[in-house]
């Protein structure tokens, strides 16, 4: 049969069409057998090992003597070491990995260590316990999605056994509710204890349940409940003010400033300073029945907080300020140079003002300077040098009511070095107020400077060597400061330069503070002498069966022994805000006890401040 020329190119256009597609698939085919020799994840395997890195000191610090991959982190070393490298009793390791979390749950972490040990999950820290130990083990639950983390564990060796181990396992549990917040965590019990039965995120602290409850999960009576986060201040004196029925505990700043775990509808309020920053506040209240109330909020007192400082480029404080500002302190040694860039080094001058808290007694305000200073306190001269002079000190005293009294302090720089310090201290007995005193050429004992390392969790740093000072800052274990070479005279506290130049004073106490020059062997900076004034009179506890005696005046501290109610005590004491008083019991048991459970409070103030 014969094809018509039509029908022949059809024909041959799909053979080639045909031959076109067997040659596309054989070389789809040649590169699928290429491909498959390619892994599908070459990073994959990287997850299944932990990047470790040795150094030969305890401090994770230089270049690693020895880097490896290791499969799992369960170490037991022994008295040996990792390796032939490193130092069996000197050396640090540090392990990081991605971790693939196959579900959504609450993962409990467990280290166990000789020596210290720290665990990061996606750069949190969940368990530190970085000092010298035998070996122990500690856990953490962290809630985790699923999905890949970052885990990082350090970890040193200080001497005899060596033990480094990690691992995990689910627990279950919900993710935590979002907390933008106040967190707040709801018990069904007057203890806080257990796990919460309501964690949520509060808006305030302002609750008025009445007879009801925080939420159909809480008991209407017999629950407690904590509040927690970190708000934003400026620097000033703040009054605190806690609403409740019945029993209440609230921190700020780490300080525990109420402490009225009882029953009843009562109002609580108490005045500190802060600095400026992120402040951390607690709140913890218990419900026991009946009505059911739990308020708080706070106010900046005016004219509180730091020194307003006006800057004058002359030395008669005329005209406008050309610089003003906040100054936590007037302790300023200035040289050659000036307080700022808008003020010469020369021929200007300075005012002061701030309103500041004072229990009821004799002061003396002491200022160094150099050119002229005086000041005023409730607006009477107590300190006059308005002249040109080197480095000198005036002195005088003034008796204070209880209360808010105003200070006033004014400066001037004629040419050459300039410098002025401003502080005072309570002194013993309270007589008629005197008249400024006549300059006197201080001396100048010889520094001895060094370095203090935190070795106590926390350690407030303060305006002067006492805790009757304002609180400036906080600092925190292992960090640490410069020593000005200066000291108390108890040698309780000693002085440290702070980044911005400025002088504070911190604990000088062997559990606070370690330093690499004997507190003791230095030099008393003058005006830092301590008043030793003689009891005032006598107290009974009451208001409770038992109360707590302790070493130092807080709840922090440990309890030397529990006094019965109707006991009568000598009172030695307080702390600056009057809430804890050093007391002697009739066996001559000294320490400090909560000033609720003590009578005779008209006294109170008049006790002389003393350090815990």
């Known amino acids: 049969m014969t094809q018509s020329p039509l029908r022949l190119g059809n024909m041959r256009w799909i053979m080639k069409k045909h031959k076109l597609w067997l040659v596309f698939l054989a070389a789809a085919m040649m590169l699928g057998s290429l491909l498959a020799l390619v892994p599908a994840n070459p990073l994959l395997a990287a ?31 022994g008295d040996n070491a990792p390796d032939a490298i490193l130092d069996k009793d000197q050396f640090s390791a540090r392990w990081t990995r991605s971790i693939n979390f196959p579900t959504s749950s609450a993962y409990r972490f467990t280290a166990t260590m000789d020596d210290g ?21 500690l856990a953490a639950d962290v809630y985790l999605n699923a999905g890949d983390h970052a885990v990082k564990v350090e970890y040193y060796e200080a001497g005899g056994k060596a033990v480094a181990k990690l691992s995990w396992t689910p627990v279950g549990g919900t993710a935590p509710v ?30 008025e349940w009445g007879v009801g409850s925080p939420a159909a999960t809480v008991v209407a009576d017999q629950f407690s409940a904590r509040w927690t986060r ?10 605190f003010i806690a609403q409740v029925d019945d029993g209440v505990r609230l921190w700020v700043n780490n300080q525990l400033i109420i402490n009225q775990w009882v029953n009843g509808n009562t109002t609580y309020t108490v005045e500190m300073d802060l600095p400026s920053g992120s402040i951390p506040i607690q709140m913890e209240y218990f419900e026991a029945v009946g009505g059911a109330t739990a308020k708080l909020s706070w106010l900046k007192l005016s004219g509180s907080g730091d020194w307003t400082g006006q800057y004058f480029n002359n ?142 969790a926390y350690l407030n740093v303060r305006t002067g060597p006492g805790i009757e000072y304002r609180i400036i800052t906080t600092l ?5 400061v410069n020593l000005t070479g200066y000291r108390s005279a108890d040698a309780n506290w000693v002085q440290i330069n702070m980044p911005n130049g400025t002088k504070a004073w911190v604990s000088g106490k062997s559990y606070y503070l370690q330093t690499n020059v004997s507190i003791a062997n230095m ?37 030397i022994t529990a006094v019965p109610s109707g006991t009568t005590v000598t009172l030695l004491g307080r702390n600056g805000s009057t809430t804890w008083l050093k007391i002697r019991l009739p066996n001559g048991t000294v320490g400090w006890m909560n000033a609720n459970y003590i009578t005779n409070s008209a006294s109170f103030p008049s006790l002389p401040v003393l350090a815990s």
């Open 47 to 77: 997850d299944t090992s932990w990047q470790a890195s040795y150094w030969n000191n305890k401090t994770l610090t230089g270049s690693p003597v020895l880097v490896r991959n290791e499969a799992e982190l369960n170490n037991d070393w």
């Open 117 to 137: 040990m720290r665990v990061y999950v996606d750069n949190v820290l969940i368990i530190d316990s970085w000092t010298d130990s035998q070996v122990h083990s």
């Open 178 to 207: 979002p907390i933008a917040n106040w967190k707040g965590e709801y018990f069904n019990n007057t203890t806080l204890s257990g796990t919460p039965v309501l964690v949520r995120d509060d808006a305030s602290i302002n609750f």
């Open 230 to 239: 970190n708000m934003t201040f400026e620097p000033g004196r703040y009054r």
């Open 315 to 456: 030395k008669t404080l005329t005209g406008s300020p050309v610089m003003t500002r906040s100054d936590s302190q007037i302790n300023f040694n200035w040289g050659s140079g000036s307080p700022g860039t808008a003020v010469p080094v020369d021929n200007f001058s300075v005012r002061w003002n701030r309103s500041l808290n004072f229990a009821a007694g004799r002061y003396r305000f002491t200022a160094i300077s150099d050119d002229g200073v005086r000041m005023w306190v409730n607006g009477q001269l107590v300190i006059d040098g308005w002249s040109d002079h080197q480095p000198q000190s005036f002195s005088g005293a003034i008796d204070l009511p209880n209360g808010f009294a105003s200070l006033q302090v004014e400066y001037y720089e004629a040419t050459g070095g300039s410098q002025v310090q401003v502080s005072w201290t309570p002194v013993p007995t309270p007589t008629t107020p005197t008249t400024p005193t006549t300059p006197t050429t201080p001396t100048t004992p010889t520094p001895t400077s060094g370095i203090g390392t935190v070795i106590s």
């Open 476 to 480: 925190v274990k292992n960090q640490t």
């Open 523 to 559: 030099p008393v900076l003058p005006g830092t002498v301590p008043t030793n004034p003689a009891p005032s009179g006598t107290g009974v506890v009451t208001n409770a069966y038992y109360v707590n005696l302790r070493i130092g005046g807080g709840v922090e501290y440990p309890v």
